[in-house]
């Protein structure tokens, strides 16, 4: 599909779009509908188009897979470690309320860096199962 | 010390991310290493807090029961959760040499992250006392260990990995469902919750439809005959450490949800009327008598003692079928003794398998001579899987046979009886052929260059003889099992009883 000039040029202008709206549910999920998941699944699809039409091999220069796996461990070990934090504060585990002064802003602490954890996994193992899939280049 | 049990799973859930990030093989055991380490002396602190009965609750996220999802621990999961821990650490340490041997270098941080992951999900699944977490950690646990299967060295690995993969997801399926039926009938999650208001909605048809879809997911988790079929390639091909690991640990960790599932999510008087435990006796029956007939049958070490864990998941079938409280101490104490037994058993064959290159009969003849102290392990550990008196494996059958006479039911202790000595014939076949049978004029195949001799393994040796040397104390001096049996078995027959 790389031939197709409008492809091209309209992926270009998508792409930070989606980007944008996967943050955007990233960081509204506290308040209305979305959250990690989406977010994550979202963010990914934004690199999915465009590996459609630049191809696998320019998404890896972009995104290579060690990095995503990185990310992907990162994610969990981000979602654990608030979960650690609030073991080490006094709380039970992934008790948000004792992360900041007050219970309320620790719980909006607390359920942000959770859903940016998942966020964080979520779409990097999207990606690297599209990978996994769809290369052609020898696995690292 | 509630503290302590949440850590159980925080350990692993933050080791196995930092193992796969950290790309060198040496760190990745090494991280490994401690994490059971660790998780090994927390299970053996719970076990020691509530082996007396005492029950730890634990609230995650500070969220209430039964809205928030709790971790119960009384003795019957802390048993469990020794089991799991203690054989992890035991295989990790046993293991080091034939993962390095057995799994491609680029892949070996992977191998041991989701290594790690399997024994955070099993640990979950015994701790958590909230069934939709259960299965989270039921799916948790068989991802990994379908990837663990998968990096057998073989091609069939992938095969046997792919069946497993399938009946597993059937098997998690039917279990979500069953889930999804008892939410709808009783509109809560929390399994001590469930059990206490069961008599509200014990009517509903939806129930017994949920009990059915619950079961027949477990018994695909617990290879329970006649759904085991995936469990003996999936054993046969998985790497030595995985199969040592996964042979001892994960379906015995089904059967403990099997158990908790029919004495403290329902009630054990409102399925003792129905054809269940017949059933549950007649499926333990038959799978032990297949499952040592297949074993009699096989020409690989590793194929004959998965067909032998067939059968003697029949054995702790059979004593949940029972219904009565020796027949159920009989399963959990067996749970138990099975666990070590098969992996003394399974370390054996891998020292072999590592040597030799090969696990068929076939080409073992007369092994015995030229390696007497791996065949000795063997030999050592095979007395404990046949039952020989002085052996975990006698204890467990023992109270078996004897939860069998005291419902009257002489047609299971007999059929336990006959099994016991099929399980004589079959490793007196392994016997046989490592010591009294002529060596071919080769006993060492298939061996390419000189650094793929592996003369000794000291270090796997001596693990294969701890777990020998635990059958036999454990033969000797039952009280950690029988006394976690016992006070389980109280529990759970008068929560199930009294309602």
Redo the contacts between chains.
Sequence with gaps: MSDSLILRVVTKWLVPVILLFALYVQFHGDYSPGGGFQAGVIFSSAFLLYALVYGVDATTRVLPEAILRIGASLGVLLFAGVGVVSLFKGGAFLNYSVLAGTPVAGQHLGIILIELGVGITVACVMLLLFYTFARTIPPQ | ME?LT?LLV?IP??S???T??IANRYVAWLITLVTCLALAGLSGVVLHHVISGEVIH?????WKPPWGIEYVIDSLNALVAVIVAFIALITVIYGSKSAEKEIHD?QIHLFYAAFQLVILGLLGMALTGDIFNLFVFLEISSLSSYALIAMGQKRQALVASFNYLMAGTLGATFFLLGIGFLYAASGTLNMADIALRFDQFSSMTLVITALLFILIGLALKAAVFPLHSWLPEAYTQAPTMVTVFLASTSTKVAIYVLIRTLYQVFPNTYWEEMLLPGFLLLSGCLGMLYGSYKAIRQVSIKRLLAYSSVAQLGYMVVGVGLNNEAGLIAAIVHMFNHAITKAALFMAAGLVLMRLHTTNLEKLRGAGKTMPWTTGAFALAGLSLIGVPGTAGFISKWYLVQAALEKGNYVVAGTILIASIMAIMYVWKIIETLYFEGPDKLTVHKVGSGKEIVPDLPVATFCCYVMVATCFYFGLYTDIPLEAANTAVEVLFSTGGGQ
């Design positions: 503290m949440v925080v859930l933050i196995a991310p930092i796969a990030i634990y609230e995650l996220g500070g680029s």
